[in-house]
């Protein structure tokens, strides 16, 4: 089927052909061994991308369009090892740059037919992934409705979310045969085949039922000794549990021939000789032999329902109960002794509709197509609005859905406040500022998107704001003048194409968590649901001691959980002191062949996918005792969370001294968060209110292994500290694109982290563009906007103390003149002059991010 449809998709769309490196966790392009291999040609119909042999880069950025592309998976993705935990992960790097995914189902068979029960464990937990695609590709109308009465009958998912996935559920038949490819023509048996001939084909199972069949014609034969004469050849591969059976058959009857896996020419041989054939399963998703067949100008003999029946109903078979052994011998002696029937279906079968495998892909491309122009037609009407509303002297508030996200455009400062709401995500406001007076200045602030009509209205605005003590930060998304009129509509489509987004992982969320909890007692679990990873460099005497720290919980506990340290190619002792460790049953050690910087360590971390659940910590990062059997009770009890948030605490060292110990470090702890809520299930956005930190330490996060993955998604080579994914992309990814998803908030410190770090020389740039950006993203996330003034008015003080330190040390600040300090004064609300003694660093092309929002780059 792969090979099939990756032919005909050849010259239809811009295809890739990907697969995932568990060595660089994230997609990347098949080379020409591989396309040889997937082909079995030495000359395949497709080359290898240009981008197949590069190294460090973001996949997802070598795709031209992400917003129209759609990843495809056409395979069952747990046959390989950790597949369906593979399958998340590429899903979520692409969701997270705006590509859209799609699988092809192919039956319920492992979840459903007791004589499979091994494979319905992986089957359920595939089933999960699978249901949250944005397109799913059942290869039977049975196959769709058959998924759709399980979820129905064996989660509690509610209508609502059924009818979701239901809308996203387009069943697509596989192709019939090949473009270009004879179909249907009629053969005439053979002179050398004097005997009735029949042909099965197909993998040799108590399902599909060969042996079911063949006794019961066999028991038959005395009573019908048209019987003795039927020659009947079988090709597949033997089950075990039918193998005695089989082997008994053909013992009885000489005329039974079973050929195992043969060459292509002998099965076409034996179609050439075949009167028909019989595929008589009790259960399938398609049929595929049914079709293989009637291609070859064989009529067949199958089921009368299911998949099956919905194949035989285009022509050239005869169906039957394939349940009952009398009716399959009756359909049998039927195409045995009446020939005009036999002519009657072939003449049916070059009738019969065809479907090739190019209409196949183009019913999918269709469907890719529609989704497509959908959301481009919705977006159009919106921008026309929006403009029309814009170049109008006056004009009644307009209120628009776009991508489930319901706008009031306004120029009435109070309307556009009532209508927003950032903390659902559900509602937005873009504010028209026509006249400067008159208006409530806590209303403007609270826009989504403002746009003034007077291009001098910044600074009127900002004295107003601090006029009336304004405690909210001022709208990131704010244009001056009318000529920025279009700039404004496209930050709102943006915003509301990011939102959208995080409406639906928290859709898709709440959907994955009620299917794992119907699941969770049946799915296999590896023996290790979390991992421990610690990212290090050069600190040996901290990974040291953290990782005895670890084991020894791990090891007194009986913990279930896997230690990982990723060396990012320390230069110390620290690969020679962990060798102590290396022979424990829960470590593993993973040496970095180069030093790839801090985030680039994280993103080895985090795309190797050691566990369904990741603590990603660092070597001066210690777990309190306890804390990890906690994380390990709310995996179990709330599972699909993609978050575990704890509260943490910090403590201070230069360096690791001889008498140091984590339980010292534990006893100077001071908390982020001294009077937190208690223990739950909340949004994210909600969890940030806890404390200023905005999760950009990492160490108290437990991410979902897919979630970690789409975090550090990025090859970390730009300017450190230049942007948000240069320096914290765990903010970026939670309060951008998972804001409104519900994760578990842990109150008691789970952890205790080094407040010394090694980036003093960023912090002006931290106090002056980052902190503000996080804080501005927090705002646009639906964080509590009194707490974010708050919290922002802090960074003013320690960006002057960040400032007279920078000049004591003669080091040089990342800050863009005028740019930098513009935005600042728009967020602070008050002017910056920089002084003279700070040296900046030369002038270089940063990307600023304003609510997920790609901004105009500063040069």
Request: aromatic content about 8%; proline content about 6%; some cysteine.
């Amino acid at each position: 089927m792969v090979v099939e449809a990756a032919r005909a998709l050849i010259g239809r769309c811009n295809l890739r052909l990907v697969k995932w490196d568990v060595l660089d966790g994230q997609l990347r392009d098949l080379d020409l061994r591989d396309l040889r291999a997937l082909f079995r040609s030495d000359d395949p119909p497709i080359g290898p991308h240009p981008a197949c042999h590069r190294v460090r880069y973001r996949f997802v950025d070598t795709v031209e369009n992400p917003e129209t592309a759609w990843l495809l998976n056409p395979e069952i993705f747990y046959f390989v090892d950790r597949g369906t935990l593979q399958f998340a992960a590429m899903r979520a790097q692409c969701a997270e740059a705006g590509i859209r995914s799609a699988a092809v189902f192919y039956d319920l068979i492992p979840a459903v037919e007791p004589a499979y029960a091994a494979g319905r464990p992986p089957h359920l937990e595939y089933m999960v992934e699978l249901a949250l695609c944005d397109r799913i590709f059942p290869i039977s109308h049975f196959s769709a409705a058959s998924l759709m009465e399980f979820l129905a009958d064996e989660t509690e998912l509610s209508v609502k979310q059924l009818d979701a996935i239901r809308a996203r559920v387009i069943p697509a038949p596989l192709g019939e045969y090949r473009e270009g490819e004879a179909w249907g023509q009629t053969l005439t048996v053979s002179s050398s085949a004097p005997l009735p001939h029949m042909v099965m084909v197909g993998t040799i199972e108590p399902r599909k039922q060969q042996v079911r069949l063949l006794k019961a014609l066999n028991d038959a034969r005395r009573r019908h000794p048209e019987l003795e004469n039927l020659t009947i050849d079988l090709f597949g591969s033997l089950h075990p549990d039918c193998a005695m059976a089989l082997h008994a058959e053909i013992r009885r009857n000489p005329n039974i021939h079973y050929h195992q896996y043969a060459p292509e020419v002998e099965v076409a041989a034996a179609y050439e000789r075949a009167s028909f054939s019989a595929f008589v399963s009790a259960h399938e998703g398609y049929g595929l032999p049914i079709v293989e067949s009637l291609q070859r100008g064989v009529p067949c003999l199958t089921a009368s329902f299911g998949a099956m029946a919905e194949v035989a109903n285009e022509g050239g078979c005869l169906t039957v109960d394939t349940l009952d052994d009398q009716a399959m011998v009756q359909g049998v002696l039927r195409m045995l002794n009446e020939p005009e029937l036999i002519a009657d279906l072939k003449r049916d079968i070059a009738k019969r509709p065809r479907f090739s495998w190019s209409d196949y892909v183009e019913l999918m491309l269709g469907a890719f197509r529609d989704a497509t122009a959908a959301q481009q037609r919705a977006e159009e009407a919106f921008r026309a609005a929006a403009l029309e509303y814009c170049s109008a002297p006056s004009a009644t508030a307009l209120a628009t859905d776009l991508h489930g996200v319901t706008w009031k455009i306004t120029d009435n400062a109070a309307d556009a406040a009532a209508s927003t709401d950032r903390e659902s995500g559900e509602r937005a406001s873009f504010l028209l500022f026509r006249e400067l007076n008159g208006a409530n200045i806590e209303d403007v602030a609270a826009a989504d998107v403002l746009l003034t009509a007077h291009p001098e209205a910044e600074a009127t605005i900002i004295e107003a704001a601090e006029r009336e003590s304004v405690r909210r930060i001022l709208p990131p998304s704010a244009f001056f003048g009318m000529a920025a009129s279009a700039e404004a509509v496209e930050r709102a489509i943006a915003m509301t194409r990011q939102r959208a987004r995080a409406l639906a992982l928290h859709d898709k969320t709440d959907m994955r968590c009620t299917m794992l909890r119907a699941f969770w007692s049946e799915i296999p679990h590896p023996p290790e649901k979390l991992a421990i990873v610690l990212s290090t460099f050069n600190r040996a005497g901290f990974i040291e001691h953290n990782v005895e720290w670890l084991l020894n919980q791990i090891d007194s506990r009986g913990l279930s959980v896997r230690c990982v340290v990723v060396d990012n190619a320390s230069t110390d002792d620290s690969f020679h002191r962990l060798q102590r460790f290396v022979h424990h049953p829960r470590f593993s050690l993973v040496e970095n062949p180069n030093n790839v910087g801090m985030l680039g360590n994280l993103h080895v971390c985090g795309g190797r996918l050691f566990a369904p659940y990741v603590w990603l910590t660092g070597d001066d990062d210690y777990i309190v005792p306890g804390r990890i059997e906690a994380v390990l009770e709310a995996i179990d009890s709330t599972p699909g969370l993609p978050l575990m948030v704890h509260n943490f605490a910090v403590y201070h060292r230069m360096q690791f001294s001889p008498t140091d110990h984590a339980t010292q470090f534990l006893a100077e702890m001071q908390r982020l968060a001294p009077d937190p809520r208690g223990d739950g299930v909340r949004p994210i956005n909600k969890i940030a209110e806890e404390h200023d930190n905005m999760f950009t330490a990492i160490y108290p996060l437990v991410f979902r292994a897919d979630v970690l993955a789409a975090c550090f998604d990025y090859p970390f080579t730009g300017i450190p500290f230049g942007d948000l994914t240069e320096c914290v992309p765990t903010t970026k990814l939670l309060l951008g694109s998972y804001a409104y998803c519900p994760a578990r908030w842990f109150a008691e410190v789970g952890i205790v982290g080094n407040a010394h770090n090694s980036w003093s020389a960023h912090r002006p740039r931290w106090h002056l563009v980052l902190m503000p950006l996080v804080l501005q993203l927090a705002r646009d996330s639906g964080v509590d906007e009194e707490k974010v003034w708050t919290w922002l008015k802090v960074h003013d003080a320690l960006f002057e103390d960040a400032v007279s330190i920078s000049i004591d040390r003669s080091e040089t600040a990342n800050i863009h003149v005028p740019e930098d300090l513009n935005r600042a004064q728009w967020c602070f609300r008050k002017a910056f002059a920089l002084d003279e003694r700070l040296a900046l660093a030369a002038p270089a092309s940063i990307k600023q991010w304003v609510s997920g929002v790609k901004a105009p780059a500063i040069h």
